[in-house]
């Protein structure tokens, strides 16, 4: 199973992006769906995820307020969108399913060896 995000590109600042995140022969809807970015230097961190059994949501300070996450179980797809994105959002954004926990109700719910499925990651550039 290899997951595939997609919707990234280049933005201007304050612009917005949505994410996509698929699956193809895997059913998203049964998992804790995360999303992680890396940026050029940096080690990966995780900024948003999305529960299974209780809907709950979560994430990071730096991106608070600012991205959306949501899931679409029809279309099998989990989304992020990413709104006033500024050039420290710039990064490659990954998702992966959470094999260990259902809920993102829990104090570092994205802890990355509990994630697996990583895809190739979609690559978000904010610059004018």
């Known amino acids: 199973v290899q997951f595939v995000e997609s919707g990234g590109g280049l933005v201007q600042p304050g612009g917005s992006l949505r994410l996509s995140c698929g699956a193809p022969?895997?059913?998203?809807?049964?998992?804790?769906i995360g999303w992680f970015r890396q940026a050029p230097g940096k080690e990966r961190e995780g900024v948003s995820c999305?529960?299974?059994?209780?809907?709950?949501?979560y994430y990071s300070d730096s991106v608070k307020g600012r991205f959306t996450v949501s899931r679409d179980n029809v279309k099998n797809t989990v989304y992020l969108q990413m709104n006033s994105l500024s050039p420290e959002d710039t990064a490659v954004y990954y998702c992966?399913?959470?094999?260990?926990?259902?809920?993102?109700?829990?104090?570092?719910?994205?802890?990355?060896?509990?994630?697996?499925?990583w895809g190739q990651g979609t690559q978000v550039t904010v610059s004018s």
């Open positions: 022969g895997f059913t998203l809807e049964y998992y804790a």
């Open positions: 992966a399913a959470n094999l260990m926990r259902s809920s993102c109700a829990t104090p570092v719910p994205t802890r990355m060896h509990e994630y697996s499925y």
């Open positions: 999305i529960g299974y059994s209780d809907g709950s949501t």
